[in-house]
């Protein structure tokens, strides 16, 4: 599986942005999906994830409330709407694909994406 993340882009506190991870590939509906984030200076972190079917989605606790996760599976993509964004929100952010069971560890991630900037201005 091959992931191209984007939609990454400067932006004012309070402002919005949305991610798409585009996958190639049959068996993307076959895969959990996760998003993640590293902060300059900071280890790569658990933003939002839904699992294969879609039927479930999970956020960190600093995320939740202002980011929505969901997937597409008949156009292979996932997407994360990101509101009310602040500047902590600043970093690259990651699309990744888990073949196993569900998991918010980056560890259990197969196939990453190459990142998109997103930058919160205050």
């Known amino acids: 599986v091959q992931l191209q993340a984007s939609g990454g882009g400067l932006v004012q506190a309070g402002g919005s942005l949305r991610l798409s991870c585009v996958a190639s590939g049959r068996t993307f509906s076959t895969y959990h999906m996760g998003w993640f984030r590293q902060a300059p200076g900071k280890e790569r972190e658990f933003v939002a994830g839904?699992?294969?079917?879609?039927?479930?989605?999970f956020y960190a606790d600093s995320v939740k409330g202002r980011f929505t996760i969901s997937r597409d599976n008949t156009k292979n993509t996932v997407n994360l709407q990101m509101n009310s964004l602040k500047p902590e929100d600043t970093a690259v952010y990651y699309c990744?694909?888990?073949?196993?069971?569900?998991?918010?560890?980056?560890?259990?991630?197969?196939?990453w994406g190459q990142g998109t900037l997103v930058t919160v201005s205050s």
């Open positions: 839904i699992t294969w079917s879609g039927d479930n989605s």
């Open positions: 990744a694909a888990n073949r196993g069971s569900w998991s918010r560890n980056l560890r259990e991630y197969d196939y």
